[in-house]
């Protein structure tokens, strides 16, 4: 059974910068895709960003050149650094976990049926 905890939310101006992070709770999984989802009032879950165990990573074009997905294995902490921030990125925020996925699988945030574990969500507002 996996669990996600995420943190890290709040307000923050255009502009400036925020940093969220998803503790996961997991058995030994060698291999995993993660991931992070938003979902702003009124609108539907928008894939971000993921990483896989090997470290590469993809991002969606709303996320490029603003947002870094990274990941502490020894600390079981996926993480998302969010910069030059728009009121437009104004959403719950959402981890999610695939550990099910293997290499040569596809890892991608336009694929949410592919994670099975999901965590609370953390609000971020841009203002």
């Known amino acids: 059974h996996v669990q996600l905890v995420e943190s890290g939310g709040g307000s923050v101006q255009a502009g400036g910068s925020l940093s969220v992070s998803c503790t996961v709770s997991r058995r030994t999984y060698s291999t995993f895709c993660m991931g992070w989802f938003r979902q702003a009032p009124g609108k539907e879950r928008e894939g971000i960003a993921v990483?896989?165990?090997?470290?590469?990573?993809a991002y969606a074009d709303s996320a490029t050149g603003r947002f870094t997905i990274s990941q502490d294995n020894a600390k079981n902490t996926l993480y998302l650094q969010m910069n030059s921030l728009k009121p437009e990125d104004t959403a719950m925020y959402y981890c999610?976990?695939?550990?099910?996925?293997?290499?040569?699988?596809?890892?991608?945030?336009?694929?949410?049926?592919?994670?099975?574990?999901w965590g609370q969500g953390t609000q971020v507002t841009v203002s």
């Open positions: 990483i896989d165990s090997r470290g590469g990573t």
């Open positions: 999610a976990a695939n550990p099910f996925w293997t290499y040569g699988a596809i890892c991608s945030y336009t694929r949410p049926a592919d994670f099975g574990y």
